[in-house]
């Protein structure tokens, strides 16, 4: 089975500019979650998209946002860059919510300068 | 609201030494899973174990083996005879089995020196 795709790996963008990342969860999965992962914060938690429908949102301004399409792909989208938005960006994704471990995504690594 | 804590920030031991990897947990739930993960230098985090709420038995595989105390809110980690290829981030989450919401540790950087 294919792992987790996330594109694009690299990216770099400036300040006020957005940015859209992309996951392709392993097939059969229908749960996906992404997390911002920086030196500093560690592993936060922006959502989770299960059925197409967001059941989770962590604690992220609006300009984070994100939907998940009907092959359980999912996109997320950060508009209004700013320079701490810079951190590499996980997407995980499971069969279900909840019970089961997560697979995660090589990650994007967002650079806004 | 959940919390996990794992104390300690980074770990340096020598090849063949034994090492525990701590994380204390806060949650309101009484159904919850428990992971460990590792996080290579290469970066993809890789699915270590998973133990839910009321199974308390201690687990082993291989050189790794896990504590799960209840009493004590703690999910601590144990390599036995650590390797150079066990240096790594290893990060403790917590997942509520409804929400399905994860909240992760700040990681354990742990290095083996040969």
């Known amino acids: 089975k294919a792992g987790v795709t996330q594109t694009p790996r690299y990216l770099i963008k400036t300040r006020g500019q957005q940015v859209t990342l992309s996951c392709s969860p392993i097939?059969?999965?229908?749960?996906v979650s992404w997390y911002q992962q920086t030196p500093g914060q560690g592993l936060q938690f922006l959502f989770e998209y299960f059925s197409e429908t967001q059941r989770n949102k962590g604690n992220f301004p609006g300009r984070f946002s994100g939907r998940q399409f009907s092959n359980s792909r999912s996109e997320m989208n950060v508009s209004t860059l700013e320079l701490g938005d810079s951190a590499l960006y996980l997407c995980?994704?499971?069969?279900?919510?909840?019970?089961?471990?997560?697979?995660f995504g090589p990650g994007t690594r967002l650079t806004v300068t | 609201a959940q919390k996990v804590t794992q104390a300690q920030t980074e770990i340096s031991v020598v090849e063949k030494e034994d090492v525990t990897l701590d994380c204390v947990y806060e949650t309101r739930d009484t159904t919850y899973y428990l992971f460990w993960y590792k996080q290579p230098p290469s970066g993809e985090l890789v699915f270590l174990i998973r133990?839910?709420?009321?199974?308390?038995q201690n687990e082993i595989s291989g050189r790794y083996s896990w504590n799960f105390q209840k009493s004590t809110s703690s999910f601590n980690f144990t390599i036995t005879a650590s390797q150079v290829v066990d240096s790594a981030v290893y990060f403790c989450a917590l997942t509520n089995t409804n929400a399905g919401k994860s909240t992760f540790g700040d990681g354990t950087t742990l290095t083996v020196k040969p």
């Open positions: 133990r839910n709420s009321f199974d308390e």
């Open positions: 097939s059969g999965h229908r749960s």
């Open positions: 995980a994704s499971s069969p279900v919510p909840g019970a089961y471990e997560q697979y």
